[in-house]
């Protein structure tokens, strides 16, 4: 077998043994073969094995991911039993032409902590062992024996080596705070050969959460916290890369391979950098790794809101890797008195969907978001019977149809904006502030009625990014770029291009936090006001009874909520805008608008976030950003395909930059659009989906 990752069309997809296809997959923690017959019938061609003898989190850590038992179960030594009975499960029940990954679950067991007592439970405290080579070395002799097996027992048909490891299996310690209030001979060890200074200790809590000005780090006065969160993030990604060379290697360049990872989209920056997947770029950049996948964002999953990425998605494209959308959300299906419906609600998931109709709007927003990013996408039955429906069944068939179709158009992205997350910058946050300034943002920017990419500044650097698509460069949390990330911002501020910053941009330059470092690169000037309550009105037409504010959060299991009553500092007030958007409430002075620069472009300015969509659409309007419908709604659209959702249905208008031809996917009916507009009936909370295609001279409705 020969699998890779390509580039078809502008679409990223698998190849095996030189035939191209599109990513939509299966895969359950309780597979069953009646169910997964099903999938295959239905048309989808990958599917998932996940041998493991590993706790998840639910009933107290005695829920395990596989009810067929270990396959690992003592120093080189394995039961191929329970393995096979997993495999037969699978292999028996799909078509002879679909393909396989193989979960490999790299936590120590049980046993092997015990023998080893210098190791600690390692899904909940995974950062403590990363250090042990023992535990790498044994981890990596399964690794390879489960490689051979599967090809022994089923050759050509495991396309890919998945990963897995940690807390949810997503590569971050389960407990963090167990971590620091507790470290280890193993974990001192790594630090000390991390900071090449064996006398360095690792800092305490109030040293590792501490900052110099609120939210803020000085890298100066906070060095020792800033080195330790290096350390942390280093370490979990040398060990990804560590593992995916091995799998690699065995399988002589023939599989892909895969993990989670790379969720700074989706949740608070600050636990970004505790979960450890703030060097994204290396696994980007690494010939070892060849996609990444992530859940569905938790907040965003009811039918009144817009679905949401996890992952700088843009990114992962711009570098050639395939991305995975896991749609891991609760069905109607689960009012039944199941393990799953059980299960789901445990874990937050319990999107109370009525009915067949409702589920079917929800996963064509979720399907129809990612095709728009030439992406592909999962359904995981996480413990069987989320789909388990003709009608479900159906509705995922033709969604793979249409999926199928649209890998037949060439695409490209045609967003104009783009948010750009900087993880330098992320070190120089506060850790336990929860700072909600991306994916606490994603459902505002989904909502404008215009696309957007989610990228990091790294991707400067990425031969494949187009710096000249982008009318507006969005940074939500650039306190502390490297120069060269500073020096291509003044490249792009000289082009014209337009920039959006938000809370104190360039702040933490070097050694001191200065607002004249934020003028210098904004030109925008400063002060710093002391405000018991930063909420923000905006004060253009049509707005003004618009409020927002930047307040910590709280969290209670996998769903952030807002606090509402602790407010972030520092706060900073632009002086010098030549348009105001929005003043703070309790004194009134400027807290968001525009600077216009003599060159045409603009430096914009909001003090707080998340912000409203009526404030993010006005700043589209400044920069000649297009809309493709006459009011803020779900738009995932490319230049080939457009996925729009509305909330509350009635006569939409439509536009798309060139004249095109829209082909409803679903009723075939072909419309018309242009920057005129089109007329397009919606019902409430109806999903489109559209193959775009440029009007040809003399072609009519």
């Not at 899904?123 to 090809?151: H, V």
């Not at 490891?165 to 060890?189: F, L, M």
């Not at 018309?672 to 909370?685: M, W």
Request: hydrophobic share 35%.
């Amino acid at each position: 077998m020969q699998a890779h990752v390509i580039q078809k069309n502008g679409h990223m997809v698998i190849e095996i043994n030189g035939k191209p296809y599109s990513f939509a997959a299966t895969r359950s923690f309780r597979p069953e073969g009646r169910i997964l017959k099903d999938f295959s019938d239905h048309g989808l061609k990958f599917f998932n094995i996940f041998p493991s003898g590993i706790m998840t989190a639910l009933e107290k850590r005695t829920v395990p991911y596989s009810q067929f038992g270990p396959v690992w179960v003592g120093e080189g030594q394995y039961n191929w039993d329970n393995l096979r009975a997993q495999c037969r499960e699978v292999f028996d029940n799909i078509a002879p032409d679909t393909y396989v990954s193989v979960n490999v679950h790299l936590d120590p067991p049980d046993w092997f902590v015990a023998q080893h007592p210098k190791l600690v439970d390692h899904w909940e405290q995974m950062i403590q062992n990363l250090g042990s080579e023992i535990w790498k070395s044994a981890a990596a002799d399964y690794l390879r024996a489960l490689i051979d097996k599967l090809d022994e027992w089923y050759p050509e048909r495991v396309y890919a080596i998945f990963l897995m490891c940690g807390g949810t299996t997503e590569w971050y310690s389960y407990h963090i705070d167990k971590i620091i209030d507790a470290p280890t001979e193993v974990q001192k060890q790594a630090y000390q050969d991390f900071c090449k200074d064996q006398r360095a200790e690792i800092p305490s809590r109030e040293v590792l959460h501490a900052a110099t000005d609120g939210v803020i780090r000085s890298r100066q006065k906070n060095a020792e916290a800033i080195r330790y969160w290096e350390f942390t993030n280093e370490i979990v990604t040398d060990t990804i890369l560590y593992f995916a060379k091995i799998a690699k290697e065995h399988t002589g360049g023939t599989r892909l391979v895969g993990l989670f990872s790379g969720h700074i989209y989706g949740q608070n920056l600050d636990f970004a950098v505790q979960t450890s997947y703030n060097r994204l770029d290396k696994l980007l950049n690494s010939p070892d790794i060849d996609m990444l996948f992530c859940p569905a964002s938790y907040l965003f999953r009811k039918l009144d809101s817009t679905s949401g990425i996890r992952v700088p998605v843009d990114s992962i494209t711009c570098h050639g890797k395939l991305f995975s959308h896991e749609i891991d959300s609760s069905t109607h299906l689960l009012k039944r008195s199941t393990e799953a419906a059980a299960v789901s609600h445990a874990v937050g998931r319990d999107e109370t969907f009525t009915c067949s109709d409702d589920t079917i709007s929800y996963i064509r927003r979720e399907v129809g978001m990612i095709l728009a990013k030439g992406q592909g996408y999962w359904w995981f039955d996480m413990f069987s019977g989320y789909y388990d429906d003709p009608v479900l069944m159906n509705e995922i068939k033709r969604l793979h149809q249409i999926q199928e179709q649209v890998l037949g158009l060439p695409s490209r992205s045609v967003s104009e904006v783009t948010q750009m997350l900087d993880t330098d910058s992320n070190y120089l946050l506060k850790t336990n502030t929860y700072y909600p300034m991306t994916e606490h943002q994603t459902a505002a920017l989904n909502a404008t009625g215009a696309p957007w990419d989610m990228n990091m500044t790294f991707d400067f650097e990425c031969e494949g990014f187009d710096e000249n698509q982008y009318k507006l460069y969005f940074f939500p949390a650039l306190f502390a770029p490297s120069k060269a990330v500073c020096d291509r911002i003044a490249a792009l501020r000289q082009k014209g291009k337009n920039m959006l910053y938000c809370h104190a941009p360039f702040y933490a330059l070097g050694d001191t936090l200065s607002t004249a470092n934020m003028e210098a690169h904004t030109g925008i000037r400063f002060e710093q006001c002391e405000l018991t309550d930063n909420t923000v009105r905006l004060c253009f037409p049509g707005a003004e009874q618009v409020t927002f504010a930047l307040t910590n959060q709280t969290v209670k299991g996998d769903i952030w909520h807002h606090k509402g009553c602790e407010q972030i500092k520092p706060i900073f007030s632009p002086t010098n805008l030549d348009v105001v958007l929005g003043r703070f409430a309790e004194n009134g002075k400027p807290a968001c608008g525009f600077k216009f620069r003599p060159d045409g472009g603009f430096d914009a300015f909001s003090a707080c976030a998340p912000m409203p969509v009526e404030l993010i659409r006005e700043f589209y309007r400044y920069a000649h950003v297009f809309f493709y419908a006459d009011r803020p709604m779900p738009v995932y659209t490319s230049s080939s395909f457009a996925c729009l959702y509305s909330f509350e249905g009635g006569e939409v208008t439509l536009y798309r930059p060139e004249p095109s031809v829209l082909t409803d996917c679903f009723t075939k009916e072909r419309l018309q659009v242009d920057r005129k507009g089109t007329k397009v009936h919606f019902a409430p909370h109806e999903v489109k989906f559209f193959t775009v295609h440029p009007q040809k001279e003399g072609e009519i409705r």
